[in-house]
């Protein structure tokens, strides 16, 4: 099916895939808060021990992160395709670093076995959202949405 042969949806009414895959990509982010705020094995040993200065920093950047991360996702429901394809790339850089983090993995299994399934659902959830972000009727809504945008700064 070619995107001619697509039903015409106007710019702003996004597909029910791009919907669906930016809930699965909120509830992924949430399910990594959780595990990030029960999960203290990914923290350094010098940081464990640290003065309170030392947490408000290293929390102030895990906000950041998380910011950073939520905003992604909220550009992606926005229709913008910058952050999916950013998205895409974070999610491919972890999925090659796994092998790093086996150890870590595998302790946080260690630690509760709760957890480590927590770990493994999130990235299961984050791989079926980019599938869906990049389906044909996405990826068509994502190319409709650049060029209204594109003609409605031309029209500026």
């Given at each position: 099916?070619?995107?001619?042969?697509?039903?015409?949806?106007?710019?702003?009414?996004?597909?029910?895939?791009?919907?669906?895959?930016?809930?699965?990509?909120?509830?992924?982010?949430?399910?990594?808060?959780?595990?990030?705020?029960i999960?203290?094995?990914?923290?350094?040993?010098?940081?464990?021990?640290?003065?309170?200065?030392e947490?408000?920093?290293?929390?102030?950047?895990?906000?950041?992160?998380?910011?950073?991360?939520?905003?992604?996702?909220?550009?992606?429901?926005?229709?913008?395709?910058?952050?999916?394809?950013?998205?895409?790339?974070?999610?491919?850089?972890?999925?090659?670093?796994?092998?790093?983090?086996?150890?870590?993995?595998?302790?946080?299994?260690?630690?509760?076995?709760?957890?480590?399934?927590?770990?493994?659902?999130?990235?299961?959830?984050?791989?079926?959202?980019?599938?869906?972000?990049?389906?044909?009727?996405?990826?068509?809504?994502?190319?409709?949405?650049?060029q209204?945008?594109?003609?409605?700064?031309?029209?500026?």
């Amino acid at each position: 099916m070619n995107v001619s042969s697509m039903p015409h949806r106007e710019p702003g009414a996004r597909p029910a895939s791009v919907g669906t895959a930016v809930k699965l990509l909120y509830a992924a982010l949430g399910l990594s808060i959780i595990s990030s705020l029960i999960d203290r094995s990914w923290i350094p040993e010098k940081i464990a021990g640290a003065r309170w200065p030392e947490w408000v920093l290293f929390g102030a950047i895990g906000l950041i992160v998380f910011g950073l991360v939520f905003l992604l996702i909220y550009m992606i429901g926005g229709g913008k395709n910058w952050a999916r394809i950013i998205y895409l790339v974070l999610y491919i850089l972890m999925i090659l670093s796994l092998p790093l983090s086996i150890k870590r993995f595998l302790q946080s299994v260690s630690n509760g076995p709760a957890l480590g399934i927590l770990n493994l659902v999130q990235v299961v959830i984050q791989g079926i959202a980019l599938w869906l972000v990049f389906q044909r009727d996405s990826s068509a809504w994502f190319k409709t949405m650049k060029q209204a945008r594109a003609d409605l700064s031309m029209h500026r």
